[in-house]
């Protein structure tokens, strides 16, 4: 009898301690599944399906935000940037502006939205940045323009927020690479593009330009044909002449 205890207790002792054992593997394996889920679903873009990966992406925009709005607006409306971005050329690629509604996403500062509505244009000037949007506001009163000749949309990052066949045209113009999820969202620009309109896309070329972003953020202009064709735009053409620093894509509905 006074062995029989010990051994009890040593039996009990060995089951509780092998429990214990398999619960602490098991917590060690559903750690293991949550960081592979996690992982998967922060990973990089896929084909160029989703732009920059989270992390590129939030590289883009510190990049394009890490000087101070005033900087900005200097270095979008500077003097300088004409001999190179060339906006008059550029804006000829979509023929007759005149009495077209025309959408420039990422307008910035405005720098092509204001000379289109010169040329008789009703523009949307569509970004994502509040600042900007008041800047473009205060400009457009300045200029004594009406809503039939510029408007300014704030936009979400996913989606141009067109309505149905609103545009003739839309233009993107150094903004391109920074959309998440291209095919998904030039689907939507498609979908508010009028039968026979044009999309113009206006990126830096995949190399060491004295503007643009850092090299690893950009798409060459075969990416972005390749994207567009499955977004469903036809007729697609790539300039790359033209401008000494970026390219020019024109695809139509």
Known sequence: M?????????ALF???????SSQ??????????TNMTDSSQTSGHQNGHKG?????????????????????VKSFESEDRAKWQKPEEVLKKLGDLKGKTVMDIGSGTGYFSFKMAAQGAKVIA????????????????????????L?????????PNLEAEEADHVIIVDTYHHVE??????????????????????????????HGPPLKMRLTAEEVKKELTEAGFTNLVI???????????????
């Open 151 to 159: 408007v300014a949309r704030k936009v979400p990052y996913d989606s």
């Open 14 to 20: 060995l089951g509780f301690a092998q429990c214990n």
């Open 239 to 253: 300039d790359t002449e033209l401008l000494p620093y970026q390219y020019i894509v024109l695809g139509k509905k």
């Open 52 to 72: 920059h990966g989270k992390e590129d992406h939030n590289q883009a925009n510190k990049h394009m935000h890490k000087r101070s709005f005033e900087d900005l």
């Open 126 to 149: 569509a970004d994502v940045n509040d600042k900007f949007q008041g800047y473009i506001k205060q400009r457009k009163e300045k200029e004594k323009l009406t809503d039939e000749q």
């Open 181 to 210: 999820n291209r095919v998904a969202y030039f689907k939507k620009v498609l979908a508010g593009l009028k039968r026979g309109g044009q999309l113009l896309v206006v990126d830096f070329k995949k190399e060491e330009t004295p």
């Open 24 to 33: 602490k593997e098991d917590n060690t394996k559903d750690s293991s599944n």
């Open 2 to 10: 006074r062995f029989t205890i010990p051994l009890f207790l040593l």
